[in-house]
């Protein structure tokens, strides 16, 4: 999993390549990303965004949290090679040391589901 910070969007956080944008700490994003015939469904509680990126990285004026927000999104499908065996994830430069926090705070995706 990857994340990007940027002072003008804030946080957005990738799902096998999809991007999801975080508009408040508390937001829950439903995704639903299809990536060589494995369906990845679940949600994100987002973490404020000066917790992940550092307040120099984010919006100058970081909107309240928002718990109980939710947003779903349209599934999504993701091009890539599905001939490769291996996937290798790393994280940003923005996003480096922040896998552990997004682990801990994602508690992965509620599913892997096999078409």
Do not use: H, W
């Amino acid at each position: 999993m990857q994340t990007e910070c940027s002072a003008d969007d804030g946080l957005t956080v990738y799902v096998r390549g999809a991007p999801f944008q975080c508009e408040c700490e508390g937001q829950e994003l439903v995704v639903d990303v299809t990536i060589c015939q494995t369906t990845y469904r679940g949600s994100i509680i987002c973490p404020s965004c000066s917790s992940v990126c550092g307040a120099n990285l984010c919006p100058s004026t970081e909107p309240p949290s928002c718990p109980g927000n939710v947003k779903e999104f349209e599934p999504v499908t993701v091009a890539t090679d599905c001939t490769t065996t291996a996937a290798t994830t790393t994280a940003g430069s923005t996003g480096q040391g922040v896998l552990p926090i997004l682990s801990i705070l994602l508690l992965g995706l509620v599913g892997v589901i096999m078409k």
